[in-house]
T-cell receptor
Framework: AQTVTQSQPEMSVQEAETVTLSCTYD???????LFWYKQPPSRQMILVIR??????QNATENRFSVNFQKAAKSFSLKISDSQLGDAAMYFC?????????????FGPGTRLSVLP | GAVVSQHPSRVICKSGTSVKIECRSL??????MFWYRQFPKQSLMLMAT?????????EQGVEKDKFLINHASLTLSTLTVTSAHPEDSSFYIC????????????FGSGTQLSVL
Protein backbone atom coordinates (compact mmCIF):
# COMPACT_ATOMS: atom_id res chain seq x y z
CA ALA A 1 0.00 0.00 0.00
CA GLN A 2 1.10 3.51 -0.70
CA THR A 3 1.82 5.95 2.09
CA VAL A 4 2.34 9.70 2.12
CA THR A 5 4.34 11.47 4.79
CA GLN A 6 4.50 15.15 5.63
CA SER A 7 7.10 15.65 8.31
CA GLN A 8 6.24 19.26 9.12
CA PRO A 9 3.00 19.52 11.13
CA GLU A 10 3.29 23.31 11.18
CA MET A 11 5.20 25.93 9.23
CA SER A 12 5.22 29.69 9.20
CA VAL A 13 6.43 32.22 6.68
CA GLN A 14 6.66 35.97 6.53
CA GLU A 15 4.45 37.65 3.99
CA ALA A 16 6.21 38.03 0.61
CA GLU A 17 8.80 35.41 1.55
CA THR A 18 9.22 31.89 0.18
CA VAL A 19 8.41 28.67 1.98
CA THR A 20 8.84 25.02 1.08
CA LEU A 21 6.58 22.25 2.35
CA SER A 22 7.95 18.72 2.34
CA CYS A 23 6.29 15.52 1.23
CA THR A 24 7.63 12.03 0.78
CA TYR A 25 5.80 8.96 -0.35
CA ASP A 26 6.30 5.26 -0.61
CA UNK A 27 5.21 3.22 -3.60
CA UNK A 28 6.36 0.36 -5.76
CA UNK A 29 4.52 1.70 -8.78
CA UNK A 30 6.20 3.50 -11.63
CA UNK A 31 3.26 5.50 -12.91
CA UNK A 32 1.23 7.73 -10.64
CA UNK A 33 0.08 11.26 -9.94
CA LEU A 34 0.98 13.57 -7.10
CA PHE A 35 -1.01 16.52 -5.84
CA TRP A 36 -0.97 19.33 -3.37
CA TYR A 37 -4.34 20.35 -1.97
CA LYS A 38 -5.01 23.39 0.17
CA GLN A 39 -7.67 23.51 2.87
CA PRO A 40 -8.26 27.07 4.14
CA PRO A 41 -10.35 27.85 7.24
CA SER A 42 -13.49 27.45 5.13
CA ARG A 43 -12.44 23.77 4.89
CA GLN A 44 -13.06 23.66 1.15
CA MET A 45 -10.38 21.47 -0.44
CA ILE A 46 -8.69 23.27 -3.32
CA LEU A 47 -6.30 21.74 -5.82
CA VAL A 48 -3.06 23.70 -5.85
CA ILE A 49 -0.90 21.77 -8.24
CA ARG A 50 -0.43 18.30 -9.72
CA UNK A 51 2.44 16.34 -11.17
CA UNK A 52 2.51 13.31 -13.43
CA UNK A 53 5.24 10.92 -12.40
CA UNK A 54 6.29 10.22 -15.98
CA UNK A 55 7.09 13.89 -16.52
CA UNK A 56 10.53 14.99 -15.45
CA GLN A 57 9.69 18.66 -15.64
CA ASN A 58 8.48 20.12 -12.36
CA ALA A 59 4.96 21.50 -12.41
CA THR A 60 4.41 25.22 -11.88
CA GLU A 61 1.25 27.20 -11.23
CA ASN A 62 1.91 30.91 -10.79
CA ARG A 63 3.53 31.30 -7.34
CA PHE A 64 3.39 27.56 -6.64
CA SER A 65 5.97 25.12 -7.90
CA VAL A 66 7.08 21.64 -6.98
CA ASN A 67 10.40 19.88 -6.69
CA PHE A 68 9.68 16.34 -7.82
CA GLN A 69 12.45 13.86 -7.14
CA LYS A 70 11.16 10.50 -8.34
CA ALA A 71 14.13 8.43 -7.25
CA ALA A 72 14.00 9.91 -3.77
CA LYS A 73 10.19 9.75 -3.74
CA SER A 74 10.03 13.35 -2.71
CA PHE A 75 7.50 15.97 -3.77
CA SER A 76 7.95 19.34 -2.10
CA LEU A 77 5.84 22.44 -2.66
CA LYS A 78 7.41 25.87 -2.92
CA ILE A 79 5.26 28.93 -2.38
CA SER A 80 6.86 32.14 -3.56
CA ASP A 81 5.85 35.65 -2.55
CA SER A 82 3.62 34.26 0.21
CA GLN A 83 0.33 36.00 0.74
CA LEU A 84 -1.98 36.09 3.75
CA GLY A 85 -4.50 34.06 1.76
CA ASP A 86 -2.02 31.20 1.51
CA ALA A 87 -2.56 30.41 5.18
CA ALA A 88 -4.17 26.98 5.26
CA MET A 89 -3.65 23.28 5.77
CA TYR A 90 -1.75 21.76 2.90
CA PHE A 91 -2.17 18.10 2.03
CA CYS A 92 0.09 16.12 -0.23
CA UNK A 93 -1.72 13.33 -2.08
CA UNK A 94 -0.88 10.34 -4.24
CA UNK A 95 -2.93 8.50 -6.80
CA UNK A 96 -2.00 5.44 -8.78
CA UNK A 97 -2.31 5.72 -12.53
CA UNK A 98 -3.04 2.01 -12.86
CA UNK A 99 -6.44 1.70 -11.28
CA UNK A 100 -8.81 4.31 -12.64
CA UNK A 101 -11.14 4.10 -9.68
CA UNK A 102 -8.56 4.07 -6.97
CA UNK A 103 -8.68 6.48 -4.14
CA UNK A 104 -6.22 9.23 -3.40
CA UNK A 105 -3.89 8.71 -0.46
CA PHE A 106 -3.47 11.84 1.61
CA GLY A 107 -0.65 12.85 3.90
CA PRO A 108 -1.32 14.10 7.45
CA GLY A 109 -1.07 17.74 6.39
CA THR A 110 1.05 20.80 7.16
CA ARG A 111 -0.52 23.86 8.69
CA LEU A 112 0.96 26.99 7.12
CA SER A 113 0.74 30.33 8.87
CA VAL A 114 1.59 33.54 7.02
CA LEU A 115 2.84 36.35 9.21
CA PRO A 116 2.12 39.95 8.18
CA GLY B 1 -13.22 24.06 -12.95
CA ALA B 2 -15.60 21.29 -12.01
CA VAL B 3 -18.06 21.99 -9.21
CA VAL B 4 -19.19 19.60 -6.52
CA SER B 5 -22.07 20.70 -4.33
CA GLN B 6 -22.50 19.22 -0.87
CA HIS B 7 -25.52 19.82 1.36
CA PRO B 8 -26.18 20.58 4.09
CA SER B 9 -23.08 22.47 5.20
CA ARG B 10 -23.99 22.09 8.84
CA VAL B 11 -26.46 19.92 10.68
CA ILE B 12 -27.29 19.49 14.34
CA CYS B 13 -29.42 16.55 15.33
CA LYS B 14 -30.52 14.59 18.34
CA SER B 15 -29.00 11.26 19.19
CA GLY B 16 -30.85 8.40 17.50
CA THR B 17 -31.96 10.31 14.44
CA SER B 18 -30.73 9.78 10.87
CA VAL B 19 -29.05 12.42 8.76
CA LYS B 20 -28.68 12.46 4.98
CA ILE B 21 -25.87 14.31 3.24
CA GLU B 22 -26.00 14.93 -0.51
CA CYS B 23 -23.11 15.27 -2.90
CA ARG B 24 -23.78 16.45 -6.45
CA SER B 25 -21.49 16.98 -9.38
CA LEU B 26 -22.96 20.02 -11.09
CA UNK B 27 -21.21 20.16 -14.43
CA UNK B 28 -19.77 16.72 -15.01
CA UNK B 29 -20.62 13.05 -14.65
CA UNK B 30 -19.00 11.34 -11.72
CA UNK B 31 -18.87 7.58 -11.99
CA UNK B 32 -16.90 7.46 -8.75
CA MET B 33 -17.41 9.48 -5.61
CA PHE B 34 -15.55 9.23 -2.34
CA TRP B 35 -16.71 9.96 1.18
CA TYR B 36 -14.26 11.13 3.81
CA ARG B 37 -14.37 11.92 7.46
CA GLN B 38 -12.10 14.54 8.95
CA PHE B 39 -11.45 15.04 12.63
CA PRO B 40 -10.17 18.40 13.89
CA LYS B 41 -6.63 19.15 12.77
CA GLN B 42 -6.31 15.78 11.08
CA SER B 43 -6.18 14.52 7.53
CA LEU B 44 -8.99 13.08 5.48
CA MET B 45 -9.93 9.54 6.31
CA LEU B 46 -11.56 7.62 3.48
CA MET B 47 -14.79 5.99 4.55
CA ALA B 48 -16.07 4.51 1.31
CA THR B 49 -15.89 4.58 -2.44
CA UNK B 50 -19.18 4.99 -4.23
CA UNK B 51 -19.66 3.79 -7.79
CA UNK B 52 -22.73 4.67 -9.78
CA UNK B 53 -25.17 1.81 -9.99
CA UNK B 54 -23.34 -0.52 -7.64
CA UNK B 55 -22.77 -1.05 -3.96
CA UNK B 56 -20.27 1.14 -2.20
CA UNK B 57 -16.94 -0.23 -1.09
CA UNK B 58 -16.29 0.52 2.55
CA GLU B 59 -12.91 0.90 4.21
CA GLN B 60 -11.97 -1.39 7.02
CA GLY B 61 -13.55 -0.36 10.29
CA VAL B 62 -16.37 1.64 8.71
CA GLU B 63 -19.80 0.26 9.56
CA LYS B 64 -21.79 -0.08 6.35
CA ASP B 65 -25.07 -0.31 8.27
CA LYS B 66 -24.27 2.91 10.09
CA PHE B 67 -23.12 4.86 7.05
CA LEU B 68 -25.41 4.11 4.13
CA ILE B 69 -24.19 5.25 0.76
CA ASN B 70 -26.29 5.47 -2.37
CA HIS B 71 -25.00 6.48 -5.80
CA ALA B 72 -28.12 6.26 -7.89
CA SER B 73 -27.07 8.55 -10.71
CA LEU B 74 -23.93 9.89 -12.35
CA THR B 75 -24.36 13.20 -10.56
CA LEU B 76 -25.59 12.31 -7.09
CA SER B 77 -24.30 10.31 -4.15
CA THR B 78 -25.78 10.38 -0.67
CA LEU B 79 -24.41 9.44 2.72
CA THR B 80 -26.94 8.64 5.43
CA VAL B 81 -25.73 8.45 9.00
CA THR B 82 -28.27 6.18 10.65
CA SER B 83 -29.15 6.37 14.33
CA ALA B 84 -26.52 9.01 14.86
CA HIS B 85 -24.69 9.22 18.17
CA PRO B 86 -22.36 11.88 19.58
CA GLU B 87 -19.30 9.92 18.46
CA ASP B 88 -20.49 10.32 14.86
CA SER B 89 -20.02 14.08 15.18
CA SER B 90 -17.42 15.04 12.62
CA PHE B 91 -16.73 16.87 9.37
CA TYR B 92 -17.76 14.81 6.34
CA ILE B 93 -16.45 15.59 2.87
CA CYS B 94 -17.36 14.11 -0.48
CA UNK B 95 -15.30 14.18 -3.63
CA UNK B 96 -15.93 13.22 -7.20
CA UNK B 97 -13.79 12.25 -10.11
CA UNK B 98 -14.54 13.69 -13.53
CA UNK B 99 -14.38 10.88 -16.05
CA UNK B 100 -12.82 13.19 -18.59
CA UNK B 101 -10.29 14.54 -16.13
CA UNK B 102 -9.64 11.31 -14.31
CA UNK B 103 -6.56 12.25 -12.41
CA UNK B 104 -8.22 15.17 -10.66
CA UNK B 105 -10.46 15.00 -7.64
CA UNK B 106 -13.03 17.70 -6.94
CA PHE B 107 -14.33 18.24 -3.45
CA GLY B 108 -17.57 19.31 -1.92
CA SER B 109 -17.49 22.01 0.74
CA GLY B 110 -18.10 19.55 3.54
CA THR B 111 -20.77 18.95 6.17
CA GLN B 112 -20.23 19.54 9.87
CA LEU B 113 -22.38 17.07 11.77
CA SER B 114 -23.04 17.65 15.45
CA VAL B 115 -25.02 15.00 17.31
CA LEU B 116 -26.41 16.08 20.67
Amino acid sequence: AQTVTQSQPEMSVQEAETVTLSCTYDTSESDYYLFWYKQPPSRQMILVIRQEAYKQQNATENRFSVNFQKAAKSFSLKISDSQLGDAAMYFCAYRSADNYGQNFVFGPGTRLSVLP
Amino acid sequence: GAVVSQHPSRVICKSGTSVKIECRSLDFQATTMFWYRQFPKQSLMLMATSNEGSKATYEQGVEKDKFLINHASLTLSTLTVTSAHPEDSSFYICSARDLLRGEKLFFGSGTQLSVL
